[in-house]
């Protein structure tokens, strides 16, 4: 048998032996052990002195000092941390009340809370189990329907994969050589674009279909104001509570004499409630500012840097930056910055018009349960992507965010603790170990020259970049059918890498339409991980078939976000070619 069908009886091997249950680092490192010493045998060479020895000391060693690995235990600690020291019920009744007026409030509760958790954990299983445990048991008894609270759950629980920071683009960036930080930046939209195709699939099935998401009762949707809220409000002679804070603080006599639950209502309390009934236009205000700074302030002080030492050379002055309307098409973000700043001051302005009792005890609830989540959130992403700290720092942020808020929700102890940090080495040993392998299993394989062949045999198909892309994304496809995606990013990716300068593919393009792909790994049976995990929590009645049912549109759901994406890439490359260049 010549070396090049060894290298495709080792791939081969490779699929056949992992489905049949093997662990896949030690099922790599020894088929590539075995077929490296076929690869380097000489007749009459001693056992110990074959190179496919040094061979796997190398790989070994690279993969150890592999820079871009050090981010995983960070940020897998952060998601084992946040698993077991979170406020993720707390967050799913909030958000509930919150879209307790739109069709399948339950479901779409169920979809955010995925989203925001996934980004925080990372994990996958962690994520559908809790989700399963809180929310599934609730969507049954509201009369939804099996099939979409199950698939609802699982489809949602994948996104903490694929929404940065996730180790899957850690993986991808050290098996293709590419920037963490700029794969984290290709990722965001297309991460948040597929859950709102989620979305908007979960309420148009709710729209047509009233039956499979009935709306809930009065006792459910009812949010809990106190009844010294109403007095408050009574006392100050308004329904709007923003109006009334504001007497209140002009005139705190009447306030004192309020008795709240846990005491008088004191000034120090009108300053808090104050405060929360201003996060919606801190929010707006914030986001509109940190968009004008970066856009505008911070591009207009880079172009008038001048170098240093220039000044020493006596050169002319530096110009200042042109003003916006000299600006020729950048003049275009101008004016649509002005609309957005106008329509959010007139939502804004509507939303404090109309800020009732009921109004203002869900922002209440959104901010005690969501903000912390959400600030550790944005400042982990905000700090690597505009370049102030790198991945790995980042990691480290998010790794003490995580013991911060797990503190601050007071379920944290010291057994917890060490569970979070057990199974943090204990996955990053895993991992570590995966790289170990594919190193040395793409190492003998290119050897064998199994690279090659592929290459030739794809090249003599004289495709065009369109049909290749669709090719390569199809074998991943029907790859994560049978196989998990951490099989597909380090054994069959490194086999695509190559051939994508040939069509001149943007490897960030193309890893991150892999890594929305690998969505569909989950949700597929017959490895459909996501379903076994919400299979162990869901009630007897449940069963696997009417769960992998519920899966199923969803893939199509992915098929139809990568396409999206291929035809308008702008939504993956538009934001790392805006913050760090071509």
Same mark, same amino acid.
């Given at each position: 048998?010549?070396?090049?069908?060894?290298?495709?009886?080792?791939?081969?091997?490779?699929?056949?032996?992992?489905?049949?249950?093997?662990?896949?680092?030690?099922?790599?490192?020894?088929?590539?052990?075995?077929?490296?010493?076929?690869?380097?045998?000489?007749?009459?060479?001693?056992?110990?002195?074959?190179?496919?020895?040094?061979?796997?000391?190398?790989?070994?060693?690279?993969?150890?000092?592999?820079?871009?690995?050090?981010?995983?235990?960070?940020?897998?600690?952060?998601?084992?941390?946040?698993?077991?020291?979170?406020?993720?019920?707390?967050?799913?009744?909030?958000?509930?009340?919150?879209?307790?007026?739109?069709?399948?409030?339950?479901?779409?509760?169920?979809?955010?809370?995925?989203?925001?958790?996934?980004?925080?954990?990372?994990?996958?299983?962690?994520?559908?189990?809790?989700?399963?445990?809180?929310? =599934?048991?609730?969507? /049954? !008894? #509201?009369?939804?329907?099996?099939?979409? $609270?199950?698939?609802?759950? &699982?489809?949602? +629980?994948?996104?903490?994969?694929?929404?940065?920071?996730?180790?899957?683009?850690?993986?991808?960036?050290?098996?293709?050589?590419?920037?963490?930080?700029?794969?984290?930046?290709?990722?965001?939209?297309?991460?948040?674009?597929?859950?709102?195709?989620?979305?908007?699939?979960?309420?148009?099935?709710?729209?047509?279909?009233?039956?499979?998401?009935?709306?809930?009762?009065?006792?459910?949707?009812?949010?809990?104001?106190?009844?010294?809220?109403?007095?408050?409000?009574?006392?100050?002679?308004?329904?709007?509570? =923003?109006?009334?804070? /504001? !007497? #209140?603080?002009?005139?705190?006599?009447? $306030?004192?004499?309020?008795? &709240?639950?846990? +005491?008088?209502?004191?000034?120090?309390?009108?300053?808090?409630?104050?405060?929360?009934?201003?996060?919606?236009?801190?929010?707006?205000?914030?986001?509109?500012?940190?968009?004008?700074?970066?856009?505008?302030?911070?591009?207009?002080?880079?172009?008038?840097?001048?170098?240093?030492?220039?000044?020493?050379?006596?050169?002319?002055?530096?110009?200042?930056?042109?003003?916006?309307?000299?600006?020729?098409?950048?003049?275009?973000?101008?004016?649509?910055?002005?609309?957005?700043?106008?329509?959010?001051?007139?939502?804004?302005?509507?939303?404090? !018009?109309?800020?009732?009792?009921?109004?203002?005890?869900?922002?209440?609830?959104?901010?005690?349960?969501?903000?912390?989540?959400?600030?550790?959130?944005?400042?982990?992403?905000?700090?690597?992507?505009?370049?102030?700290?790198?991945?790995?720092?980042?990691?480290?942020?998010?790794?003490?965010?995580?013991?911060?808020?797990?503190?601050?929700?007071?379920?944290?102890?010291?057994?917890?603790?060490?569970?979070?940090?057990?199974?943090?080495?204990?996955?990053?040993?895993?991992?570590?170990?995966?790289?170990?392998?594919?190193?040395?299993?793409?190492?003998?394989?290119?050897?064998?020259?199994?690279?090659?062949?592929?290459?030739?045999?794809?090249?003599?198909?004289?495709?065009?970049?369109?049909?290749?892309?669709?090719?390569?994304?199809?074998?991943?496809?029907?790859?994560?059918?049978?196989?998990?995606?951490?099989?597909?990013?380090?054994?069959?990716?490194?086999?695509?890498?190559?051939?994508?300068?040939?069509?001149?593919?943007?490897?960030?393009?193309?890893?991150?339409?892999?890594?929305?792909?690998?969505?569909?790994?989950?949700?597929?049976?017959?490895?459909?991980?996501?379903?076994?995990?919400?299979?162990?929590?869901?009630?007897?009645?449940?069963?696997?078939?009417?769960?992998?049912?519920?899966?199923?549109?969803?893939?199509?759901?992915?098929?139809?976000?990568?396409?999206?994406?291929?035809?308008?890439?702008?939504?993956?490359?538009?934001?790392?070619?805006?913050?760090?260049?071509?």
């Amino acid at each position: 048998m010549s070396d090049p069908a060894l290298g495709l009886l080792m791939l081969g091997l490779i699929v056949v032996v992992i489905m049949m249950g093997f662990p896949t680092a030690f099922t790599l490192m020894g088929l590539g052990m075995m077929f490296g010493y076929v690869a380097f045998y000489t007749p009459g060479q001693s056992f110990f002195d074959n190179r496919v020895f040094d061979l796997m000391v190398d790989r070994t060693y690279g993969a150890m000092t592999n820079d871009v690995l050090i981010s995983i235990p960070l940020f897998v600690l952060m998601g084992y941390v946040m698993e077991r020291g979170a406020l993720v019920d707390k967050m799913f009744y909030s958000i509930q009340l919150a879209f307790r007026n739109v069709p399948a409030s339950l479901a779409v509760a169920t979809l955010i809370v995925c989203t925001f958790w996934g980004i925080a954990s990372g994990l996958v299983g962690a994520v559908v189990v809790l989700m399963g445990v809180i929310a =599934f048991n609730p969507m /049954l !008894r #509201a009369g939804y329907d099996v099939k979409l $609270a199950a698939g609802v759950i &699982t489809a949602g +629980g994948t996104l903490g994969i694929l929404i940065p920071p996730s180790v899957m683009i850690i993986v991808y960036a050290a098996v293709a050589g590419q920037s963490v930080v700029k794969l984290y930046a290709a990722t965001m939209f297309p991460g948040f674009f597929l859950s709102l195709l989620y979305l908007v699939y979960i309420v148009g099935w709710a729209m047509i279909n009233p039956k499979i998401a009935p709306p809930l009762p009065p006792e459910q949707t009812r949010v809990p104001v106190p009844e010294w809220r109403r007095q408050f409000l009574t006392a100050y002679g308004s329904e709007n509570v =923003f109006v009334a804070l /504001l !007497r #209140a603080l002009a005139s705190p006599g009447r $306030a004192r004499a309020i008795v &709240t639950d846990k +005491g008088a209502y004191s000034y120090r309390k009108l300053i808090a409630d104050l405060f929360m009934s201003l996060v919606p236009f801190i929010l707006v205000a914030g986001t509109l500012w940190l968009v004008w700074w970066y856009v505008v302030i911070h591009q207009q002080v880079a172009a008038i840097e001048v170098p240093e030492g220039l000044e020493q050379l006596g050169s002319a002055p530096v110009e200042a930056a042109p003003s916006p309307a000299e600006q020729g098409p950048a003049a275009s973000f101008y004016y649509t910055f002005g609309a957005i700043a106008v329509l959010g001051a007139v939502i804004i302005a509507r939303y404090y !018009r109309r800020m009732n009792a009921d109004r203002f005890e869900v922002i209440r609830l959104l901010t005690q349960s969501v903000a912390p989540l959400g600030i550790l959130t944005v400042v982990v992403l905000a700090v690597i992507l505009f370049g102030i700290t790198t991945a790995t720092e980042s990691a480290a942020v998010g790794a003490a965010g995580a013991f911060l808020l797990a503190f601050y929700a007071r379920t944290l102890d010291w057994k917890r603790t060490k569970e979070a940090v057990f199974l943090t080495a204990k996955t990053t040993a895993m991992v570590c170990w995966l790289f170990v392998g594919s190193a040395l299993f793409s190492g003998v394989f290119a050897i064998l020259g199994g690279q090659a062949l592929l290459e030739k045999w794809v090249l003599a198909l004289n495709m065009s970049p369109t049909a290749f892309m669709i090719l390569s994304q199809a074998i991943i496809f029907v790859l994560g059918w049978p196989l998990e995606w951490t099989e597909i990013i380090v054994i069959f990716v490194p086999i695509f890498l190559p051939m994508l300068k040939h069509f001149n593919i943007d490897p960030v393009l193309w890893g991150v339409l892999v890594f929305v792909n690998l969505q569909a790994a989950f949700l597929s049976p017959p490895v459909a991980m996501s379903a076994f995990y919400l299979k162990g929590v869901a009630p007897k009645h449940v069963t696997l078939n009417q769960i992998f049912a519920g899966m199923m549109p969803y893939m199509f759901v992915v098929i139809v976000c990568m396409v999206i994406m291929y035809f308008w890439p702008g939504l993956t490359l538009w934001l790392p070619e805006y913050l760090y260049g071509n």
